[in-house]
Nanobody
């Protein structure tokens, strides 16, 4: 059974930082590209960052220079380091493994 469990979401002031984690089980983690998405109320889910199996990364323009995605294959975990947070970063953040497997999400709220 595949499980993706996100953690690390919190309420933080603008300008602050958070690190999200997504722990995977039931998959051969190292071969999967991993993704972080987010969804704010009333908005579509949007892709925030990706990291491939060979550690290539990509970011949405809105988070470039502020967010960093990384992975630890020994721990079957992908991370999203978020700095200089803005109120518009407020959303539920989801991780995804490959094209099919989603986590349940973790809430990030940035106060102004």
């Amino acid at each position: 059974q595949v499980q993706l469990v996100e953690s690390g979401g919190d309420l933080v002031q603008a300008g602050g930082s958070l690190r999200l984690s997504c722990a995977a089980s039931g998959i051969v983690f190292r071969i999967y590209s991993m993704y972080w998405f987010r969804q704010a109320p009333g908005n579509q889910r949007e892709l925030v960052a990706t990291i491939s199996s060979n550690y290539a990364t990509n970011y949405a323009d809105s988070v470039k220079g502020r967010f960093t995605i990384s992975r630890d294959n020994a721990k079957n975990t992908v991370y999203l380091e978020m700095n200089s947070l803005k109120p518009e970063d407020t959303a539920v953040y989801y991780c995804r493994a490959g094209a099919a497997f989603w986590g349940q999400g973790t809430q990030v709220t940035v106060s102004s």
